[in-house]
């Protein structure tokens, strides 16, 4: 017994998880899970600071000397519809793009939770804090107004979106295997993020047009703020965070301590510089400078991101081939193993044949993937020192699965799926005629079938020789005409 604490001790040492225990009743397991009641918790947290974020801007408030007027609940639903444009699209690329080793569906929705409710709400309160009491010093000149958004928001904004990229790696700093998590990660708190201060600007401009008389239309004021903040500069803070989650993947992957404490560091001040660079930039640049700025510097940022995501999906796929060849050349592996399981396509293929074999094989396939990929992130720590010799317990257990579910996998697939065949119109069925007799009584040679006796049943057959063949009487009194 005291084995088995000490493998579990040495696992938890080294972030490794340890497989639940499927004899287990399904309740059971999510009562006895820590990541269960924390996902838990954290939901409750989040739907608290979101409703206290809507009292706070939705209805009007009441403040010395007057009332100041809010969002209103016509336009929420207006500016959520706007917002949600964007933040779909881009949260299905983070997805997208994190399928070597995908997370579970729990981490996605406490990382889009996280920049949703809390990052906003914190934000929301300090940047305010901080506004008013820069606009105070600022003695009236209008200069000062731009300061909070500038010298303060970049940081503050950075600081809440992150802080659950650094509770993420320190719960399960095992499953960031690379640089393409931390930005998938990373990514998704800065969408949701993006997405609820979207709501909060589009509602502000529909409901300020509102109350203007002789301004723009509402909704025509909304889609102008649209086409700046939805479509030109949606990439704003994905991509400042995402130099937050490069940083954090960057020192989980290394051993030395140097490089662990920096990195983060390192992230974080690109990210917030970067941030700071941009609100600069909104607010004290206009005309062609800021068209020159969003040409020569944002798009080929945006585009250097996109390049660089791109190469390390190739470098990741490389990575695992290169891994799994290790335990081939032991012979605890096949030879045609690597190549089919380090390509993203031929993946996607093998699942789409196994879904027409049917679910057993697909689990497998899947399950066989998962583990594959796994096996080969752990090779890699193992060979970098990343995991101690607690990781070679989990590798036994990989290499174990694997060949568990080998046999209903699909590895390395050919042809064309089995495609459940079309169902075509029935042809009309075939009359049972019986055998014809030669030559039978409609013809020579039998061409049509006999028909049936109606008595018994049976096939009636016709006379041969001579009294096959009836004959009439000769005329004696014939002859040829004319004679």
């Known amino acids: 017994m005291s084995t088995v604490a000490d493998d579990r001790r040495a696992l938890a040492r080294s972030g490794i998880p340890v497989d639940p225990d499927l004899s287990q009743p399904l309740p059971k397991r999510l009562l006895k899970s820590r990541m269960s009641w924390l996902t838990l918790i954290m939901l409750g947290v989040y739907l608290t600071l979101l409703i206290l974020l809507y009292r706070q801007v939705v209805p009007d408030q009441q403040v010395p000397g007057g009332t100041l007027p809010g969002l209103g609940t016509e336009a929420i639903p207006i500016a959520a519809r706007y917002a949600a444009i964007t933040a779909i699209p881009l949260s299905l690329i983070f997805l997208w793009a994190d399928r070597f080793r995908p997370q579970r569906i729990w981490v996605w929705i406490m990382t889009f939770g996280w920049g949703a409710c809390v990052a906003t709400f914190v934000s929301a309160q300090v940047n305010t804090w901080a506004a008013g009491h820069l606009s105070i010093v600022g003695d009236g000149d209008p200069a000062t107004g731009p300061r909070a958004a500038i010298y303060v928001a970049p940081f503050v904004e950075e600081a809440s979106k992150a802080t659950v990229l650094f509770w993420l790696a320190i719960l399960m700093r095992y499953a960031w ?58 990439f704003g803070h994905p991509l400042f965070t995402a130099m937050t989650g490069i940083g954090l993947a960057v020192a989980l992957r290394s051993k030395s301590k140097i490089v662990r404490v920096v990195a983060p560091l390192a992230g974080f001040c690109a990210a917030s510089f970067l941030h700071m660079a941009f609100n600069t930039t909104a607010s004290l640049v206009s005309g062609p400078s800021l068209l020159l700025m969003y040409l020569g510097v944002a798009l080929p940022l945006v585009i250097g991101m996109i390049i660089f995501v791109v190469r390390q999906l190739v470098r990741e796929g490389r990575l695992i081939r290169e891994r799994l060849i290790d335990y081939v050349r032991v012979g605890w592996l096949p030879e045609g193993d690597p190549r089919p399981l380090s390509r993203l396509r031929t993946r996607l293929r093998a699942l789409w044949h196994a879904i027409f074999i049917g679910p057993d094989a697909f689990l497998a396939t899947l399950r066989m993937q998962r583990a594959a990929t796994e096996l080969a992130y752990l090779r890699d720590a193992l060979t970098r020192g990343i995991v101690d010799r607690a990781g070679l ?13 080998r046999g209903q ?25 019986p055998a014809p007799n030669y030559p039978g009584p409609a013809g020579i040679g039998g061409y049509y079938p006999v028909p049936a006796s109606p008595e018994a049943n049976e096939v009636a057959s016709a006379p041969l020789g001579q009294t096959a063949t009836s004959y009439s009487e000769v005329d004696p009194k014939w002859k040829p005409p004319g004679e």
């Open 409 to 433: 996998a699909v590895v390395n697939p050919t042809g064309r799926a089995n495609y459940p065949a079309l169902r075509r119109r029935a042809a009309p069925a075939a009359v049972d005629y």
């Open 393 to 405: 317990a989990r590798e036994k257990v990989l290499l174990a699965k694997i060949q568990s579910v």
């Open 177 to 234: 295997v690379s640089r393409i998590s931390g930005i998938v990660l990373a990514g998704l708190s800065g969408t949701a993020f993006a997405f609820v201060e979207n709501i909060l600007y589009y509602g502000r401009a529909y409901r300020y047009a509102a109350r203007t008389f002789g301004q723009v239309p509402p909704l025509e004021a909304l889609q102008e703020l649209f086409m700046l903040r939805g479509l030109m500069t949606f």
